[in-house]
């Protein structure tokens, strides 16, 4: 995808990538060597993988929000080359044991109180990030996915799990992080830990489907325009009109998803649907302690969490376009959404 494809919110700042680029460049050799001292987690990261626009940004948010895990928050991010050296700055900023008086006082405050973002980017230097620039170092960008066996085969597999294990260390929680970049080879990235735990979030068809809709316009100013990850599938929904693209990617990333936890044991493996995140988050989060446990992790009783959010429910499109969503989604599946057969 060209920058300049892009609508101007969401354009690349040319300055900044330069400033990372020089900086991450600085600090590989000093996080080379953190990572000799690191082989694997401690504790089961989380992996959290489900189609573009499902709900994904709102599980990584209560998941940081809960006070149980680390994960890579947007200055985090910023370090993808040396992420133990940007989470022990984060910590010298941010955290009270490091203050000084208050010499670094940022006003960070509760860096979650709003649970906003724009189309997977969030707010505030301590929000969770989606880390692709860290994720893209071991798994090449691709135009669709998934990735082949070749591809695979050149990852290097250590260094990844060291990467990990040295974050987890420097935030002293399990980790949390989107995998998305993984949806079409989950058993690949579950072989290399003993014991993640998969978390797919899956919203109603319909309104994951207007949600990329309204997602081509809001990124690219163009309803042709493809949205996020491109499956197996792109290059003869590629050729279909919009509905019928929607409907495949969605239809065909939650299939692909399904099919890979399918080869995981059950206890590595759990879905969260975007509505209970909404309406029940202590639920949801109660669910995934409960399969942590199961892995060997046991979370603290406590954890900070909101008591419920206003699921976006609302059709946002023109019947007749809501209705053309309906009917293509129903060809692959038949008929079975509640608010999509509302709108027709």
Known sequence: M???DRSPRFRRNA????????????????QAEVLAAHTRPRHPPVFVVGCARSGTTLAMQLLAASGWFGYPSNLISRFYAAPYIGARIQ???????YAFGDELDTGAGDAHSSFSSALGKTRGMLAPNE???FWRRYFPPLDVHPFSDDQLQGVDKAGFRAELAALEAAL????AMKAMIMNWNIPFLAELFDNALFVHVKRDPFFNMQSLWLARRQFFGDDAAWYSFKPPEYEALSRRPVPEQLAGQVFH?????????AQLPETSRLVLDY???????????ARLAGRLEQLGCRLPGRCRVPGQFAPARSVRL?????????RAYAALTGPHTEAGQAAV
């Open 2 to 4: 060209r920058n300049q």
């Open 15 to 30: 300055e900044l990538e330069g400033l990372l680029d020089e900086l991450n460049g600085l600090l590989a050799g000093p």
């Open 91 to 97: 910590q010298m900023l941010v955290e009270r044991k």
């Open 131 to 133: 880390f692709w620039y």
């Open 172 to 175: 002293e929680r399990p980790l």
């Open 253 to 261: 990333t939650n299939r692909a998803i399904e099919a890979g936890l």
């Open 275 to 285: 509505e209970e995140l909404c309406l029940d988050p202590a639920a949801a989060l």
């Open 318 to 326: 023109p019947r007749s376009d809501a209705a053309a969503l309906e």
